[in-house]
C-alpha cells in the first residue's frame, strides 16, 4: 500500500525546496567585496560561502546550512530580515523571500514621498472616458485623470491627509453626499484598508491617520475594534453627483507593478443612468459648481 500523501504537506515541502533554492542563488551571486569580505585565492565556486552568510546574517552555520538543504526549520521574520540584508536582496526578491517562508513580511514605508513614474501618468490622461487615479501605501491619492477630477473634484485642491481616501470616506461630507450606498460602501472600503494596514503596523504615518479618523467619525471609531478584514474587492458604487445627478460606474483596482504598495483604481461608466454621457457632459464643463468650492470626492 502507497503511504498517504497529504496535499498541504506536500506543497510545503516544494515551498521548501524553493526557499533553499533561492537562498542558494542569491548566495552565489555575490561577490565576497561587495559585502565586506575578502575575494581571497581559494575558492572553488563564485559567490558567498555559507559560513559568511551566517556571519554576516547573526545565525548558526549550520541552521543555515539546513536551511539550504530544505530542512523542516522555520526561520522568524526576524531572521528573514537578517537573511535578506546580507544576502543584499531588493524589494522584490525580499517579498519573495518571505513568501517561500510561509511568513508575511514586515513591510516598511520607504523614505520621502511615493513616486507615480511617467509611464502610469501617461496611461492616466489616456482613459479620457474613466475616471481613475493612483493611491499609495497608507490609501493617499497620488496622481489621477481629467475624468477623476470631474466626477470627484479636483484632487489639487487638498493637501496632506485630506487627500487620502479614508478620509474622503469618513471624514469629508460632501464625499460621503456623493456615495448613494455609503453605510455598506464605507464599512467594506474600512476592511480592506485594515489588511493593507496591517504590514505596516505601527508606522507614524498610519496611526496619525487612524487617530484622526477616529477623532473625526463615529462610525469609524465603532467599527475600527471590529477587526475586519477584506481584499481588494470590485463592484459597482453609485455617484450623486451635484451637477449630473445619479451616475453609475463599475469600479476595480490594480496593483502597480514594480511599485510596492501603489494601485491604480478605474471606474468604467456603465450604460445605467446614462452615466457615460453625463461623464462626458462634465468633462466638457469642468466647475459645474462656481458658486461655492466643491470639495473633492
Avoid: C
Amino acid at each position: 500500500m502507497l503511504p498517504h500523501m497529504d496535499g498541504t504537506s506536500g506543497s510545503h515541502d516544494e515551498r521548501r525546496r524553493a526557499f533553499a533554492a533561492f537562498l542558494r542563488s542569491r548566495r552565489e551571486r555575490l561577490v565576497p567585496s561587495e559585502v565586506g569580505l575578502p575575494n581571497g585565492f581559494r575558492r572553488r565556486t563564485s559567490g558567498l560561502r555559507r559560513e559568511e552568510v551566517a556571519q554576516l546574517a547573526g545565525v548558526g552555520v549550520t541552521w543555515y546550512t539546513w536551511l539550504e538543504q530544505g530542512r523542516r526549520v522555520s526561520p522568524s521574520a526576524e531572521v528573514l530580515d537578517a537573511l535578506a540584508t546580507a544576502l543584499r536582496l531588493d524589494a522584490a526578491e525580499r517579498r519573495h523571500l518571505f513568501v517561500l517562508a510561509d511568513r508575511p513580511p514586515a513591510l516598511k514605508r520607504e523614505a520621502g514621498p511615493e513616486v507615480v513614474d511617467a509611464p502610469i501618468r501617461r496611461m492616466l490622461a489616456s482613459l479620457g472616458g474613466q475616471p481613475a487615479y493612483v493611491i499609495g501605501r497608507r490609501w493617499d491619492i497620488l496622481a489621477w485623470n481629467r475624468a477623476a477630477a470631474a466626477v470627484f473634484g479636483d484632487y489639487a485642491r487638498l493637501e496632506g491627509d485630506a487627500r487620502n481616501v479614508m478620509h474622503l470616506m469618513f471624514a469629508n461630507p460632501a464625499h460621503r453626499a456623493m456615495l448613494a450606498d455609503w453605510p455598506s460602501l464605507a464599512a467594506v472600503t474600512l476592511a480592506m484598508f485594515r489588511a493593507d494596514y496591517a504590514p505596516y503596523r505601527g508606522d507614524a504615518d498610519f496611526e496619525r491617520l487612524i487617530a484622526s479618523l477616529r477623532a473625526a467619525s463615529p462610525e469609524f471609531r465603532e467599527w475600527w475594534p471590529r477587526q475586519e478584514i477584506a481584499g481588494h474587492l470590485s463592484g459597482h458604487k453609485r455617484i450623486d453627483h451635484p451637477a449630473a445627478g445619479r451616475m453609475l460606474f463599475e469600479y476595480t483596482s490594480f496593483a502597480v507593478s514594480g511599485a510596492e504598495g501603489l494601485r491604480l483604481a478605474v471606474y468604467t461608466p456603465v450604460a445605467e443612468g446614462d452615466t457615460e454621457r453625463k461623464l462626458a457632459g462634465l468633462m466638457r464643463e469642468p466647475d459645474r459648481t462656481p458658486a461655492r468650492r466643491r470639495e473633492p470626492a
